[in-house]
Each structure stands twice: as C-alpha cells, then as structure tokens.
C-alpha cells in the first residue's frame, strides 16, 4: 500500500508515456493500489502537470519525441527536487536508465512492466522520498533551533555583564575587586584592563 498521506493529499504519482495503452493500463493499476494518478503524453505536458499538480512520484518512459526521459528528469528534478522518479525502459536500454539514475532518478523498470516490481518500486521510491523530507525539515529545525538559542544566551551574556560591571562599579574599595575583575574578563574574552576601563567608565570617572 502507499505510504500513508493526509487525505488532503494522497500519494500522487504522474505517469508519463506517449503510448496511449501504456498510460491507461498503469492507470488503472495504479488507482486499484489506492494511489491518484496524473497522465501526461510527452514530457512537456508532464512538466506542466508537476507545477498544477505536484506529483510524489513520476514514473517516466525514457523513450518519448521531442523530449525524452533523460532530458525531463534533470527539468522535473530542477522544479522539485522532492520528485521520486522511476524510469520505464526497454531491455536494450540498461546504459541510459542507468545515466537516468546518475541524473537522480530512484530506480528503473524494464518493460512489460512486472506490476508486482512496480509496487515494491513505487514503495522504496516514497520511503526514498520521505526520509529525505525528513531529513531537511529536521536540518532547518535544528538551525532554527542553534540561532534562537544563541540569540538568547548573547542577550543573556550582555544582561549578565551589565550586571557585573554595575555591581563591580558599585563595589568602590572592595578587597575583591581585582580577583573579580579577573574572572569577568576571562570569561568574556577581554584583558582586565578593558574591564577596569568599562568599571572606571561607569564610576565617571571618564
């Protein structure tokens, strides 16, 4: 069965042949397994209907006029980088399904294509798919996440050393000045006399 989608959004795979039967015969294949299926005849109208519809999955026949499966994989690639595309290909075509794989796509099948193959196919592409949506959403999560915490642990480094300079202002001749001043420069980053300036600055004394 199809990896399982919000039922606003089933598992959409665009099957792209010029042979009319092919396309049909896939079709209803395809829509018994549970998953919507999209046609298109070249791989111009197949381009078309990534950008109206946004496919999952393609499944693609590499020979085709005007544009064949090698020249729309990179382009349907380029529109969504997402697309699991599995290529269909005749038996004497091993070397250019495989510059289909070289170019991104998931997987190819040798027509007449074994519909249990496909399934299984269709399956690992969408696991493909998945894992590399996860992937991404949990890298920019994890980014998000760095830049929020290090935006707050400056604002709280800068609250925290006003609050320290203040007090070591405050402190006038106390003993443990010059050990404090130590501290806090160390863990700022800076020399004591840059502290000793900012302390000094902060009792007006210019």
């Known amino acids: ?14 099957v792209v042949d010029d042979e009319d039967g092919i396309r049909q015969a896939l079709h209803r294949f395809l829509t018994r397994l549970g998953y ?10 197949a381009l078309d209907r990534q950008a109206t519809e946004q496919p999952h ?18 382009k349907a690639l380029a529109a969504d ?7 269909l290909t005749a038996i004497d075509e091993p070397r250019t399904a495989i510059e289909c794989l070289k170019l991104g796509a998931y997987d190819y099948l040798i027509k007449p294509v074994d519909l249990d193959e ?3 196919s269709l399956q690992g ?3 493909q798919r998945q894992l ?3 992937r991404r959403e949990l890298e920019q999560w994890l980014a998000r996440e ?48 840059d502290v000793q300036r900012e302390i000094r600055k902060r009792r007006g004394a210019g």
């Open 1 to 14: 069965m199809p990896n399982p989608q919000p039922q606003d959004q089933p598992t959409t795979v665009l």
């Open 36 to 45: 919507r299926v999209l046609q298109a005849s070249s791989g111009a109208e």
């Open 57 to 74: 999955v393609m499944l693609s026949d590499i020979r085709m006029p005007n544009m064949s499966g090698v020249e729309l994989v990179p």
């Open 81 to 87: 980088s997402d697309l699991a595309i599995i290529m």
């Open 118 to 120: 496909l399934e299984l």
């Open 125 to 127: 592409a969408l696991r």
């Open 132 to 134: 590399e949506v996860d």
């Open 146 to 193: 760095v830049a929020v915490r290090t935006r707050d642990l400056e604002e709280r480094t800068t609250v925290v050393e006003d609050i320290a300079l203040t007090a070591l202002a405050a402190a006038g001749d106390w003993a443990g000045v010059g050990d404090a001043v130590q501290k806090l420069a160390k863990e700022l980053g800076t020399s004591p006399d």
